[in-house]
């Protein structure tokens, strides 16, 4: 008997994977600078994936999340800046801030 929650939740952690693979095979370049780097992270959605499309993230579980940044982490990217901003200030501004401080601070 198949179980077909877990099936597709498979299915879509293999879809989160290949998607950042096919986006960092695209966009990564050792000789751009951190900030820069960092920026088009963000602006891909990849920094912060867990927060909601709509403030720089894929609106992804915390899960997929991890698959996201341990897909990093092999192809050799750098990752995500860490620390307290996107941990705490990122979500609390993506959800109550308004669409000027989301693009600012997020």
């Given at each position: 008997?198949?179980?077909?929650?877990?099936?597709?939740?498979?299915?879509?952690?293999?879809?989160?994977?290949?998607?950042?693979r096919t986006w960092l095979e695209e966009n990564?370049?050792?000789?751009?600078?951190?900030?820069?780097?960092?920026?088009?992270?963000?602006?891909?959605?990849?920094?912060?994936?867990?927060?909601?499309?709509?403030?720089?993230?894929?609106?992804?579980?915390?899960?997929?999340?991890?698959?996201?940044?341990?897909?990093?982490?092999?192809?050799?990217?750098?990752?995500?800046?860490?620390?307290?901003?996107?941990?705490?200030?990122?979500?609390?501004i993506a959800t109550h801030g308004n669409p000027e401080q989301i693009e600012k601070y997020?």
């Amino acid at each position: 008997m198949s179980d077909t929650t877990t099936d597709s939740k498979n299915d879509t952690n293999v879809d989160v994977v290949d998607e950042v693979r096919t986006w960092l095979e695209e966009n990564w370049d050792p000789d751009l600078t951190v900030a820069e780097w960092w920026e088009r992270l963000g602006l891909a959605g990849w920094a912060a994936p867990t927060l909601p499309t709509d403030a720089y993230g894929k609106g992804l579980s915390r899960g997929d999340a991890v698959l996201v940044q341990n897909a990093i982490n092999e192809f050799g990217a750098l990752g995500a800046p860490g620390g307290l901003g996107l941990l705490l200030a990122a979500p609390t501004i993506a959800t109550h801030g308004n669409p000027e401080q989301i693009e600012k601070y997020v």
